[in-house]
């Protein structure tokens, strides 16, 4: 019986030692190892079963914590005193919850740093940015921020090479494939958004992966605006993805989103792009009121290029959530076309062309995404002055029977303004169906509408 005691008691001494050992291996200093090591050494336990003691130290930090857990864990609860669980929930569990491969040499500096920060409630301004960093990334609050965390393991990629003398190649870090992705998109998102290809060799990722394709934005779940308003079917699908791309806030109504239209000059050329998963041509203006090619493909043998009129302007539509917390507005649909009208040329009557021709434009883009549209907003060019008299309800030198045949705005229903001191503003609210649609031409056209001199303002 005392035999059994005895055995019991060396056991339970040998991984009491083994415990305390692989602790402070992993969360303390040499010196309290040593002196452990010192104790194990001293005690009753080795001068009974010296080999034992000398076999547990003489182990790795790794095959150490498999002892450690081997012995430790196989306690039935019945059987624990409140000591014990102090003990394995203090030195014990600590030991087995980590890697003993991924632990620094000055982990135990480390601990004694954050120790003494938290038992003096002080600490630097540079040992309090580093515990917030750590605080949030262990509170996982940087999942959200796939950019956040690629950079920080590109930093630490990079930190690894200089501390081994590596400054240009050498191996690779030993990271998982999803380290390896934030680190990748990471640097793709920052090349993308400075458009730098040095930065990009720097993230080692290849200059096309700067560049994403008109046919893989959908994909990625993006709007692809190019030539939208000649495909409808592609102006809907971009419709569907920018009301799930901005989050509905709880109150919200569908029709939420504002969009701005207006045009920018272009270089009369062709462009190569796929579209459609067909390779072609694009860049030859494209009237609405005409069913004409836009979009050339390639494979055609017949195609003259010296026969296609090139477009020099593009006319894109903007939209944006003008409540959401970050302001990124996205294309919903880019559009070359010729400047004053469509089909190019000036001469008499070309103002109220160009004007028929956004109002026939705009109700093609209204009829696919007019359910989550609430506001247009344009300048105050020539050609936009039909598109501001019609959502304002000011019909009179509109040709009624015209307006009818293009989509859209047939099915607009004005209501009156209250009464106000403005009478040279009667403006209508424009509604399709029971929802207001705002049409914002800006302070540039409100001047020129109420005659206004530049200082009035």
């Known amino acids: 019986m005392a035999h059994g005691v005895l055995r019991y008691v060396m056991r339970f001494s040998v991984k009491y030692y083994a415990a305390e050992l692989l602790n402070a291996r992993l969360f303390q200093t040499p010196d309290r190892v040593n002196s452990i090591q010192k104790e194990m050494k001293e005690s009753v336990v080795y001068s009974k079963d010296p080999q034992t003691i000398d076999s547990v ?7 150490l914590q498999i002892y450690v857990r081997s012995s430790w864990l196989t306690c039935p609860d019945s059987s624990t005193t409140a000591a014990h669980k102090d003990f394995l929930s203090l030195v014990v569990d600590p030991c087995l919850r980590i890697n003993v491969a991924t632990v620094p040499d000055c982990f135990a ?8 920060c938290i038992a003096t409630g002080q600490a630097t301004d540079a040992d309090a940015a580093n515990i917030k960093i750590a605080s949030t990334a262990i509170q996982g609050r940087f999942d959200g921020h796939p950019l956040i965390q690629g950079m920080a393991l590109q930093l630490r990629r990079l930190l690894d090479k200089q501390s081994r003398g590596v400054a240009v190649c050498g191996r690779r870090s030993n990271e998982s494939d999803r380290e390896t992705t934030l680190i990748a998109d990471a640097g793709m998102a920052l090349a993308m958004m400075c458009g730098n290809k040095a930065l990009a060799r720097e993230f080692g990722i290849p200059r096309s992966s700067l560049c994403v394709g008109m046919d893989k934005l959908s994909k990625l779940s993006l709007p692809c605006p190019a030539l939208a308003l000649h495909w409808l079917d592609k102006l809907e699908e971009n419709c569907k993805l920018l009301d799930q791309r901005y989050v509905l806030h709880s109150g919200d109504c569908g029709r939420r989103l504002m969009c ?9 050329t062709l462009c190569q792009m796929t ?3 067909q390779r072609g041509l694009a860049g030859a203006p494209w009237d609405p009121s005409l069913k004409q090619e836009v979009f050339y493909d390639l494979n055609d043998e017949s195609l003259n290029l010296k026969e296609v009129n090139k477009a020099d302007i593009v006319y894109e539509w903007l939209v944006w959530d003008p409540v959401g917390l970050q302001k990124f507005p996205l294309s919903a649909a880019s559009m070359p076309m ?9 001469g008499p009557g070309a103002e109220a062309r160009g004007n028929w021709s956004m109002l026939h434009a705009n109700g093609l883009f209204l009829s696919a995404c007019g ?3 609430r506001c247009l907003t344009f300048d105050a060019a020539g050609t936009h002055a039909y598109v501001r008299k019609v959502l304002h309800g000011q019909l009179q ?3 009624q029977e015209a307006l009818k045949a293009l989509p859209f705005w047939s099915s607009l229903t004005y209501v009156n303004m209250p009464k106000n001191c403005l009478p040279r503003l009667p403006i209508c609210l424009a509604f399709d169906g029971e929802e207001v649609l705002y049409g914002l031409p800006g302070p540039c056209a409100l001047a020129c509408f109420l005659g206004l001199s530049y200082g009035s303002l």
């Open 57 to 63: 130290t003489k182990l790795s930090a790794a095959h």
């Open 109 to 116: 500096d480390i601990v004694a740093k954050f120790s003494m």
């Open 260 to 268: 701005a239209f207006d045009a920018t000059y272009l270089t009369q």
């Open 275 to 277: 579209l459609r998963s």
């Open 338 to 346: 010729q400047l004053a009208r469509s089909g190019g040329g000036g």
């Open 371 to 373: 359910s989550v549209i």
């Open 397 to 399: 030198s509109i040709d």
